[in-house]
């Protein structure tokens, strides 16, 4: 199967499962020391409590292997239907619009980029408290 495949495959399974509803959760302790994650165009840095140093990624490399690729919309798909969780640092990767949920619009966008039909525009520079973030679980 072809890369063009999985991606269309992925992108109907969104607009199927976004139909059924959605559980609405707050990130509440699940950051474990992370306290805020900042956007740039095409990065994510996760900044943690104390003295400990800032990490830097590829915005939208849910898994943080330093690659754009199906295996992050994979991932984050997963997450959003509830069948697996993530690592604070994950689901600071995952919030690819920056609107502070993580759910299904965030696999649309990184999809789009991901295929090259649209690059992340938005934000240039957005600071979020990991204290706002809420998740959309899909069932």
């Not at 990130?27 to 095409?42: I, K, P």
Request: positive net charge; hydrophobic residues 40%.
């Amino acid at each position: 199967m072809n890369k063009k495949k999985i991606i269309a495959g992925l992108i109907s399974a969104v607009t199927a499962f976004s139909t059924l509803g959605a559980i609405s959760a707050n990130a509440g302790m699940l950051f474990n020391g992370v306290v805020r994650y900042d956007l740039t165009m095409d990065r994510v840095m996760i900044a943690y409590e104390g003295h400990r140093p800032s990490e830097w990624y590829r915005r939208g490399d849910v898994n943080g292997d330093d690659k754009l690729n199906v295996t992050d919309i994979v991932k984050l798909n997963a997450f959003i239907k509830g069948k697996n969780g993530l690592t604070p640092q994950e689901i600071c990767r995952a919030d690819v619009n920056g609107d502070k949920w993580i759910d299904a619009t965030d696999v649309e966008v990184l999809t789009a980029k991901i295929k090259g039909t649209k690059n992340f525009s938005e934000p240039i520079y957005h600071s979020i408290s990991t204290s706002e973030v809420r998740f959309r679980i899909y069932y």
